[in-house]
């Protein structure tokens, strides 16, 4: 929801009394349905994320922690770019080096909250605190909102959770019963409207939140306080996710050859394939240094292209699997990697790295 600065002319001043001793969370937001309010009288959209909106909207949330805000833009998710990406990625590099803050939670749309949450999970290496996206289904002013909730719950995470993770907070169902916290590199929207829309995918979530306590539901996390925060938040934009699909047009390929750019990550079928009559085009690809790399578009399971012939051939071409990396994690990683070197063979090698948990170790039963 892409909102629009406007003065509340019935404002009535609000006073909250922070208790003393409370850990410090900084909420930055950049758009979207949990950051906003509708103005029913005219049916304007305006931002609602000062402190005082928060303990206004949320009371229990001066309980929690001492919050501290800033608007950063307020965009709808799907006009976020990786400009966009590197800009909240120095933000909140620099709140943590100057602010102290027991966490950061950021305030985002949901449509593309998953890209976001993997580009900051490479951008912001080894944090020493949580960093948690926080989106809302419906808005704050309906009945049926997810937003109070999450934001409690990404509050408290922020403030007391023992990792120091890129999570995701989201209902972990329909009813008012849990939040889960999922890894930023492995996190999915799979539901237009629901607001258990986010789901781990080939892994358990990190952490939820039930009965106002937060309980770890793995030991494969990075604990809080442990880390000393890299900050590497460039991305180069001309990488391509491409699907395949019965009658893919190969062309496409070389045209982004001619387009000068670096990579393209393949959404396969099965396993990791794409029909025969595409490869002379990834061969091009390959043979003009661009890095091809192969994801699933299926959503569990991991790729293996030694299996059939399609994936062993595809292989000799050069083409990199990326076992059970989601596509759009692998996209994001690529972007990243190109903004790091622009050497391809370094390029592979940090595809092909487990950063920031984007492999499963072990695929759940």
Same mark, same amino acid.
């Given at each position: 929801?892409?909102?629009?600065?406007?003065?509340?002319?019935?404002?009535?001043?609000?006073?909250?009394?922070?208790?003393?001793?409370?850990?410090?969370?900084?909420?930055?937001?950049?758009?979207?349905?949990?950051?906003?309010?509708?103005?029913?009288?005219?049916?304007?959209?305006?931002?609602?994320?000062?402190?005082?909106?928060?303990?206004?909207?949320?009371?229990?949330?001066?309980?929690?922690?001492?919050?501290?805000?800033?608007?950063?833009?307020?965009?709808?998710?799907?006009?976020?770019?990786?400009?966009?990406?590197?800009?909240?990625?120095?933000?909140?590099?620099?709140?943590?080096?100057?602010?102290?803050?027991?966490?950061?939670?950021?305030?985002?749309?949901?449509?593309?909250?998953?890209?976001?949450?993997?580009?900051?999970?490479?951008?912001?290496?080894?944090?020493?605190?949580?960093?948690?996206?926080?989106?809302?289904?419906?808005?704050?002013?309906?009945?049926?909102?997810?937003?109070?909730?999450?934001?409690?719950?990404?509050?408290?995470?922020?403030?007391?959770?023992?990792?120091?993770?890129?999570?995701?907070?989201?209902?972990?169902?329909?009813?008012?019963?849990?939040?889960?916290?999922?890894?930023?590199?492995?996190?999915?929207?799979?539901?237009?409207?629901?607001?258990?829309?986010?789901?781990?995918?080939?892994?358990?979530?990190?952490?939820?939140?039930?009965?106002?306590?937060?309980?770890?539901?793995?030991?494969?996390?990075?604990?809080?306080?442990?880390?000393?925060?890299?900050?590497?938040?460039?991305?180069?934009?001309?990488?391509?996710?491409?699907? =395949?699909?019965?009658?893919? %047009? /190969?062309?496409? +390929?070389?045209? @982004?050859?001619?387009?000068?750019?670096? #990579?393209?990550?393949? &959404?396969?079928?099965?396993?990791?394939?794409?029909?025969?009559?595409?490869?002379?085009?990834?061969?091009?690809?390959?043979?003009?240094?661009?890095?091809?790399?192969?994801?699933?578009?299926?959503?569990?399971?991991?790729?293996?292209?030694?299996?059939?012939?399609?994936?062993?051939?595809?292989?000799?071409?050069?083409?990199?699997?990326?076992?059970?990396?989601?596509?759009?994690?692998?996209?994001?990683?690529?972007?990243?990697? =190109?903004?790091?070197?622009? %050497? /391809?063979?370094? +390029?592979?090698? @940090?595809?092909?790295?487990?950063?920031? #948990?984007?492999?499963? &170790?072990?695929?759940?039963?």
């Amino acid at each position: 929801m892409e909102v629009e600065e406007k003065p509340n002319q019935n404002h009535v001043e609000f006073k909250v009394e922070e208790k003393e001793g409370l850990p410090e969370v900084y909420i930055l937001g950049t758009g979207g349905t949990i950051a906003s309010r509708v103005e029913y009288r005219t049916g304007a959209v305006y931002p609602s994320l000062t402190t005082e909106d928060l303990y206004r909207s949320i009371p229990e949330l001066s309980n929690l922690a001492k919050i501290k805000t800033k608007v950063l833009f307020n965009i709808f998710s799907e006009n976020m770019t990786p400009k966009h990406w590197s800009e909240i990625a120095k933000t909140t590099a620099k709140i943590l080096e100057e602010e102290k803050v027991n966490g950061v939670i950021i305030a985002h749309g949901t449509d593309t909250m998953g890209y976001t949450a993997s580009a900051l999970s490479f951008a912001l290496q080894n944090p020493p605190t949580p960093i948690i996206l926080v989106g809302s289904q419906r808005s704050s002013d309906r009945p049926s909102s997810d937003a109070a909730l999450n934001l409690i719950g990404a509050v408290r995470a922020a403030a007391y959770a023992p990792f120091a993770e890129v999570t995701v907070a989201m209902h972990e169902w329909v009813a008012d019963e849990a939040i889960v916290f999922h890894r930023g590199t492995k996190v999915r929207k799979c539901h237009t409207s629901r607001r258990d829309a986010f789901q781990s995918i080939n892994t358990k979530p990190i952490a939820k939140m039930v009965e106002n306590k937060i309980v770890m539901l793995t030991e494969d996390y990075r604990r809080r306080g442990e880390g000393e925060l890299t900050l590497k938040p460039d991305f180069d934009e001309r990488v391509a996710l491409l699907k =395949f699909y019965p009658g893919f %047009n /190969p062309q496409i +390929v070389e045209w @982004l050859i001619e387009q000068k750019y670096l #990579g393209i990550v393949f &959404e396969g079928t099965g396993l990791g394939h794409v029909g025969k009559y595409c490869f002379d085009s990834i061969k091009k690809a390959v043979d003009s240094g661009l890095v091809v790399a192969m994801t699933s578009q299926c959503i569990w399971g991991s790729i293996r292209m030694t299996v059939y012939d399609t994936g062993r051939d595809l292989l000799s071409l050069g083409v990199i699997p990326l076992k059970d990396m989601l596509p759009e994690t692998a996209l994001v990683k690529m972007m990243w990697s =190109f903004g790091q070197t622009k %050497n /391809p063979e370094k +390029v592979k090698e @940090l595809m092909l790295k487990n950063i920031a #948990g984007e492999y499963s &170790e072990r695929l759940p039963l």
